[in-house]
């Protein structure tokens, strides 16, 4: 079976297609997003998801959180005396999603589908393809994230043609993407978006009202305990305003401990600079995809910050009608990825006629002219495969010799829609020794294969030098061969991961530090004696006798933890 899988700036998903239905698989906590934060405990060992999420607040530097924004640099995350790549960060939480779904279903988790976002270069993807080999899991397809919410959708095998819009409000990023089906082909026609507007942003509006209200002056808000104690009240006050009008929410001690209250009303009129922000890339895709309102047939509302009304309701405004109501946003892109499993899994060709995309970039080589004048001109973009064809496809170029007696001949790769090559993204390059002819008289085929992964191959032939040549742009761009990602598979796998079998206890000893500093008085104390028993408990490392005692201290810490839908 291949599985779809979500790897989200905040939060990952994983899926599967049970009986033909896509299925979301609940993680060790029986939850089914697990938070993209990775961590490392006190005995070094690694954490992925809640438990790490958790420790975002109590030990910021032990956690990390965000990574996806990363991917494709060359960045080192430092975490406690390691540096990781934003690759390998990926990979654990990748690892930590699989071995969730072996858990639930008893099955191996092998192969799978990863979505990306439509607006990823194919540095971006290949780091989001390398993550799951250093995952060791077998990346069949990656599917840019509005064709997955559209295929979950079964938006892209109705008959007729259409257009519609994806608005995807995540935890950081908002993305806009215009989708067209045209003759059973999926294309991405135009993505937009702000890769730093989320819903983060809306909890932050809520620290500053939760902040003013308790008069605390500014420089005070950014101490680390009191700014971690503040978001948290604010997530939970948030979360709390998608369901009712009016929020209650009891502050920790770092806060002073009172009782927080809002109306949803207040919260809305305060966020209406943020939703204002969100109108413009809305229209500005609507201008690239050349797009009236009344040209859109569908408009589908993906992400965790979907939930909130304020949102649904400004869609509504912006599209003159109700988008259609789907009760969990955040699964969308992980059941559409499950479903693209399926469909690779399966059947070739009903697959090449809903699965069809588009190339989101020109990719080109640069070239030199001669103007008018005779004179020399370089640095000229020449483009192979333009942008928005359907793909996988597969055009060749050729280019000659400029000047006399050359000896060398550079073959450069890019991405991008500009004339001059330097304003364009460099993916890779080569120079060949060539014989030494006159100008035009040395030729060489360029053949560029883009897959449906968005994934780039070139073949470079050159008849007059014997030359032809495989050019790997994953080798050429500095990036990894196969025996470094051996090594380094390796190397993660080496990790001291904390015990799936013990998240459950971590968690409560987790959330219990957690508890212990926000609450105060008697209920602190009692917190940090019940924490006392159970460690005691699980050194005597008796399962019946922990089990016993986790499930009585996890009803007395939700008993603690008031307003808290963290
Ligand atoms: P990403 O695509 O970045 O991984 P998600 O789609 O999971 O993110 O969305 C995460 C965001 O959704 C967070 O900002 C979170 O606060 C927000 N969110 C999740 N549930 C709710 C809710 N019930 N009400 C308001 N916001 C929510
Ligand atoms: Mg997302």
Redesign the pocket.
């Known amino acids: 079976m291949i599985f779809g899988i979500d790897l989200?700036?905040?939060?990952?998903l994983i899926a599967y297609l049970k009986d033909g239905v896509p299925t979301p698989i609940p993680n060790v906590f029986g939850e089914f997003?697990t938070p993209?934060v990775v961590a490392l405990d006190e005995n070094n060992e690694i954490l992925v998801g809640r438990n790490a999420r958790e420790r975002l607040y109590t030990a910021p530097r032990q956690s990390v959180a965000s990574f996806k924004r990363l991917m494709g640099s060359t960045e080192q995350i430092a975490l406690g005396k390691r540096h990781f790549r934003p690759e390998d960060l990926s990979a654990l939480v990748l690892r930590s999603l699989a071995a969730d779904a072996e858990a639930h279903l008893n099955e191996r988790v092998e192969e799978v589908v990863i979505s990306v976002p439509a607006y990823f270069n194919d540095t971006q993807r290949k780091a989001t393809r390398l993550a799951g080999e250093l995952a060791g899991l077998s990346v069949k397809r990656l599917i840019n994230e509005p064709t997955a919410a559209a295929l979950f959708h079964g938006i892209a095998d109705r008959e007729d043609d259409a257009t519609f819009l994806v608005f995807?409000l995540?935890?950081?990023?908002f993305d806009v993407s215009i989708l067209e089906r045209f003759s059973g082909v999926m294309e991405v026609r135009a993505t937009g978006g702000d890769s730093f507007l989320?819903?983060?942003d809306?909890?932050e509006m809520m620290m500053r009202l939760i902040a003013e209200q308790l008069a605390l002056p500014p420089k005070k808000r950014t101490e680390p305990k009191i700014a971690s104690a503040l978001r948290f009240a604010a997530?939970s006050a948030?979360?709390a305003l998608?369901e009712d009008k009016e929020a209650e929410v009891q502050l920790p001690a770092a806060l002073g401990g009172s009782v927080f209250r809002i109306a949803a009303s207040d919260y809305e009129s305060a966020c209406s600079g943020l939703l204002q922000r969100l109108r413009s890339p809305v229209e500005q895709a609507m201008r690239d995809a050349r797009l009236q309102l009344a040209g859109l047939a569908e408009i589908v509302l993906v992400?965790?910050?979907t939930?909130?009304p304020m949102i649904r309701r400004l869609a509504a405004q912006l599209f003159g009608r109700l988008p259609a109501r789907y009760p969990d946003p955040?699964q969308t892109i992980a059941l559409g990825a499950a479903v693209c499993a399926g469909l690779v899994g399966r059947d070739a060709a009903f697959e090449e006629m809903v699965l069809a995309d588009v190339c989101p970039h020109s990719l080109g080589t640069s070239v030199s002219e001669r103007d008018a004048r005779g004179t020399m001109i370089g640095d000229i973009f020449l483009p192979i495969i333009e942008r928005n064809t359907v793909v996988p496809a597969s055009r060749v170029k050729t280019v000659q010799t400029v000047a006399d007696f050359q000896e060398k001949l550079r073959i450069d790769i890019y991405q991008g829609e500009s004339r001059q090559c330097s304003k364009n993204v460099h993916l890779g390059g080569m120079e060949f020794t060539i014989p030494l002819e006159k100008a035009g008289e040395v030729k060489a085929d360029i053949r560029y294969t883009y897959d449906v992964n968005g994934i780039l191959d070139v073949d470079i032939d050159i008849g007059r030098a014997g030359i032809s040549k495989n050019l790997l742009i994953k080798k050429l761009s500095g990036d990894v061969s196969e025996e470094e990602i051996e090594r380094r598979r390796l190397e993660l796998a080496e990790l001291k991961v904390h015990p799936r079998d013990q998240e459950q206890n971590r968690l409560l000893l987790e959330s219990g530090d957690r508890l212990y500093e926000h609450l105060l008085g008697d209920e602190r104390q009692f917190v940090g004696s019940w924490l006392d028993e159970f460690r005691a408990v699980l050194e005597r490392q008796d399962p019946r006798e922990i089990k016993a005692a986790g499930d009585a201290l996890k009803d007395r810490l939700a008993a603690l933890e008031r307003g808290g839908a963290w």
Do not use: L, W, Y
């Not at 989200?8 to 990952?12: K, L, Y």
């Not at 995540?170 to 990023?173: A, H, L, P, Q, S």
């Open positions: 989200g700036t905040t939060n990952s997003t993209s995807d995540g935890g950081g990023t989320g819903g983060d809306f909890t997530e948030k979360r998608s992400g965790g910050a939930r909130m955040d």
